[in-house]
């Protein structure tokens, strides 16, 4: 079956930039996107389409592609920004959805 | 204002069938697509399947013959069944509508999840 793959942690200290990959072999075919998970709390898009931004989320979120490796950049990053992200795709045939494992961001 | 609400039984019985409801105000369910999805406790999302508007659905294909997803427009609701559930079933579900477009499909509203337990 197919597998997106995060790591799952990554540390910065306040005001540094966090980047989160997310792998798999379909992403140059089928679009990703990231969602924000708070403690408690459901899930939240904060990019879609790659690098397209939902109205209401901060601008120092951003996304970008690079054949099999999607990343999510949280620029400035604030102790409200420490959650779970979540990649999510589809397979090759574009039927099958798929979240990554998640990864963790802790800020200092 | 969109919002949704999943509600069911938080208890199941090994071997029972896990029912839930997700209620959607704010928007007709006949406008968009609809998808349940889950989270085991401590760990990360499960995609469960897609109800659509046009009364199709599909499945992980991992659940796939013990799942179903419907849209009942008369309460303006998505149900979510899942036979012959065991331990492994024991999440948190939320139900998520769908946002689609040419080759594009993700979940821009949550309900806050409904945590189940299957125990006996």
């Known amino acids: 079956s197919y597998e997106l793959t995060q790591p799952p942690s990554v540390s910065v200290s306040p005001g540094q930039t966090a980047r989160i990959t997310c792998s798999g072999d379909?992403?140059?075919?089928?679009?990703a996107y990231w969602y924000q998970q708070k403690a408690g709390q459901a899930p939240v898009v904060v990019i879609y389409?790659?690098?397209e931004r939902p109205s209401g989320i901060s601008e120092r979120f951003s996304g970008s592609s690079s054949g099999t490796t999607v990343t999510l950049t949280i620029s400035g990053v604030q102790a409200e920004d420490e959650a779970d992200y979540y990649c999510?795709?589809?397979?090759?045939?574009?039927?099958?959805?798929?979240f990554g494992g998640g990864t963790k961001l802790t800020v200092l | 204002q969109v919002q949704l609400q999943e509600s069911g039984p938080g208890l199941a019985k090994p071997s029972e069938t896990l029912s839930l409801s997700c209620s959607v105000s704010?928007?007709?369910?006949?406008?968009?697509?609809w998808s349940w999805v889950r989270q085991p406790p401590g760990r990360g999302l499960e995609w469960l399947g897609y109800?659509?508007?046009?009364?199709?659905?599909s499945y992980n294909p991992s659940l796939e013959s013990r799942v179903t997803i419907s849209l009942d427009t008369s309460k303006n609701q998505v149900s979510l069944k899942l036979r012959s559930v065991t331990a492994a079933d024991t999440a948190v579900y939320f139900c998520?509508?769908?946002?689609?477009?040419?080759?594009?499909?993700?979940?821009?509203?949550w309900g806050q999840g409904t945590l189940v337990t299957v125990s006996p």
């Open positions: 998520a509508r769908v946002v689609s477009s040419s080759g594009y499909e993700y979940f821009d509203y």
């Open positions: 704010g928007v007709s369910i006949t406008s968009f697509h």
């Open positions: 109800g659509y508007n046009t009364g199709g659905s």
């Open positions: 379909a992403l140059p075919k089928q679009y």
């Open positions: 389409k790659d690098s």
């Open positions: 999510h795709s589809t397979d090759s045939s574009g039927t099958v959805v798929v």
